[in-house]
C-alpha cells in the first residue's frame, strides 16, 4: 500500500557529489523507517544509511562522514545525499521503507525500483 518512486541517479567523476530523492505515496502513516541501499553487480545488496526519525540514524561505514540521509515530511520524500564519490560506490541504489524501527535484522517492507549510480575513476 505504499509506493517509493526514485530518482536522480546517474554519471558523475571522483571526487563529486550526487542527491537521490524518493517519493513516497500511500498508506504513507505506515512508515516508521526509512533506508537506502544498494548492490553492485555480483555483490549482495547492503544497506547504506537508515533513518528512524526521532529514534537512530544508521550508516554503513564505507560511507560514514561522506552521505547523508534526510526527509522532508512536507513533499513525502527522502533523500540521499552523496559527496565525495569514489568508483567503488558505482551501484544500483534503492530507497526502502518499514513498518518497523531499524535494526540489525531490519527488512523493508516497500521498495524503490532502484537506480543507477556510476562513479568514473
Known amino acids: 500500500q505504499v509506493q517509493l518512486v526514485e530518482s536522480g541517479g546517474g554519471l558523475v567523476q571522483a571526487g563529486g557529489s550526487l542527491r537521490l530523492s524518493c517519493a513516497a505515496s500511500?498508506?504513507?502513516?505506515?512508515?516508521?523507517?526509512l533506508a537506502w541501499y544498494r548492490q553492485a553487480p555480483g555483490l549482495q545488496r547492503d544497506m547504506v544509511a537508515a533513518l528512524t526519525p526521532g529514534r537512530s540514524t544508521n550508516y554503513a561505514n564505507s560511507v560514514k562522514g561522506r552521505f547523508t540521509i534526510s526527509r522532508d515530511n512536507a513533499k513525502n520524500t527522502v533523500y540521499l545525499q552523496m559527496n565525495s564519490l569514489k568508483p567503488e560506490d558505482t551501484a544500483v541504489y534503492y530507497c526502502?521503507?518499514?513498518?518497523?524501527?531499524?535494526?540489525?535484522?531490519?527488512?523493508?517492507?516497500?521498495w524503490g525500483q532502484g537506480t543507477q549510480v556510476t562513479v568514473s575513476s
Open positions: 526502502a521503507a518499514g513498518r518497523s524501527w531499524y535494526s540489525d535484522s531490519y527488512v523493508p517492507d516497500y
Open positions: 500511500g498508506s504513507i502513516v505506515c512508515i516508521n523507517s
